[in-house]
């Protein structure tokens, strides 16, 4: 036997991503890339994207409502 055997050898931990985690760190990246274009495209780069969202928040409120 040699002085590292394989059934003496430490598991490594392996780090599992909590579906909590990556839904703040989309929400933060969504509002980076929001900031972002209003920094570079001015007033239209604040409600333009606010005006494309309108239909997808009105599909999820209906499917909010329907349970």
């Keep these: 036997m040699t002085a590292i055997d394989a059934t003496n050898a430490p598991a490594t931990e392996t780090k599992?991503?909590?579906p909590?985690?990556?839904l703040l760190?989309?929400?933060?990246l969504a509002l980076v890339a929001?900031?972002?274009?209003?920094f570079f495209f001015g007033v239209p780069g604040l409600y333009?994207?606010?005006l494309a969202l309108v239909p997808v928040m009105?599909?999820?409120?209906i499917i909010?409502?329907?349970g």
């Excluded at 009105?58 to 409120?61: D, G, K, M, N």
């Design 48 to 50: 333009i994207p606010a």
């Design 64 to 66: 909010i409502s329907r």
């Design 25 to 28: 760190l989309a929400t933060l």
């Design 58 to 61: 009105y599909v999820l409120l």
């Design 20 to 22: 909590d985690t990556i």
């Design 34 to 38: 929001w900031g972002a274009s209003v």
């Design 16 to 18: 599992t991503s909590s």
